[in-house]
């Protein structure tokens, strides 16, 4: 079958839009498609300070080569935040991996590394704390992005989450009827004063099959193994290959939730819009310390959140 566009050889057929498409012709419907997202929900303005955090994964090199070239469409500035968390051979590729595309790229890069911060790695925390890996990473990645956006006072901090991603953790929230954990899961979330920075999702409508077959067809450099801690029957992973299965049979099932959700969004319990600035680090907290202090307190017996964000300063000085 032919491309729709010219008369080369089709290379990807897009069920829910009804297309089969040649190779240069999907890479400039995908393109097209984000800078569409960026634009249908004011994800990036020109003049902004955007800090992407980039795992080495498919998603997020695909997000930083993406936020890269669509600078030629709107100006601003594109900084990256890589986390190593030390899980051996894994964390060194992904570093290197991720520093060698960011030069190449010419973007300035801003590496955490977990060992020098907290002394120890997610494995020897996850040991000495008798936690599962997962969500003391959760909590500690869940910081130093926050914190890394608040201190390079950027506008947003950009994640690779996808459509498949977002309507896995809407079911998530849905099943457990926190109704007010949804409202988290839109294309952009604010501010909070200079405690929480802004959040945007430039994937949000794009499948992470669509992601995947632009980085083929770009050759795009990502991290083919995934971390050794990751279970393919974690309930998140589970609930999402059912949706890939329930969108095969119905092509266009994902993209019309994720599209009824947002206007739908006001029909949803609001959450708290106020939060507590935590007494040690004076970011954003539930309670009296937030949950990274509380968590290097019991690893350390002293919360690292103050010190952390320091040190963070002192790296991005240093950029400057
Ligand atoms: Fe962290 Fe778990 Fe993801 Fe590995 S699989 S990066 S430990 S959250
Ligand atoms: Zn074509
Ligand atoms: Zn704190």
Known sequence: ???????????????????????????????????????????????????????????????????S???????????????????????????????SYTKQLGLPIIILELKKILGYTISEIAKKLKRPPCSICGIIKRYLFNATAIELKATALA??????????FILKE???????????????????KDIV???IKPLY???????????EFMKL???????????????????KQKIKEVEEGFPGITIGLIRRFIKNIDKYPRPKTSFLKCRICGLASSGEKCSYCKLTE????????????EYIKSLIKELK
């Open 298 to 309: 019991k690893l350390l017996g002293e919360p690292m959140g103050y010190k952390t964000r």
């Open 174 to 192: 849905f099943f457990a009827q926190n109704l007010t954990g949804i409202w988290k899961l839109q294309p952009y979330n604010e501010s909070y």
């Open 1 to 67: 079958m032919k491309c729709k566009y010219c008369s080369r050889r089709g290379e990807v057929t897009i069920p829910y839009a009804r297309l089969t498409l040649c190779k240069e012709h999907f890479i400039e419907f995908i393109q097209r498609k984000v800078l569409r997202t960026i634009k249908r929900y004011n994800l990036i303005k020109p003049g902004d300070k955007i800090l992407v955090a980039v795992s080495g994964g498919k998603d997020s090199i695909t997000l930083l080569q993406l936020l």
């Open 221 to 239: 450099p990502y991290m083919q193994e995934k971390c050794p801690y990751y279970k393919p029957t974690t309930l998140d992973n589970v609930l």
């Open 197 to 199: 920075a802004a959040r």
């Open 205 to 215: 409508e794009t499948y992470e099959e669509e992601i995947r077959k632009y980085a």
């Open 159 to 168: 994640t690779g989450h996808n459509l498949d991603d977002i309507a896995t």
């Open 69 to 99: 070239e669509i600078r030629k469409t709107i100006n601003y500035d594109l900084y990256v935040l890589h986390i190593d968390l030390g899980i051996g051979e894994y964390s060194k590729s992904s570093r290197t991996l991720v520093e």
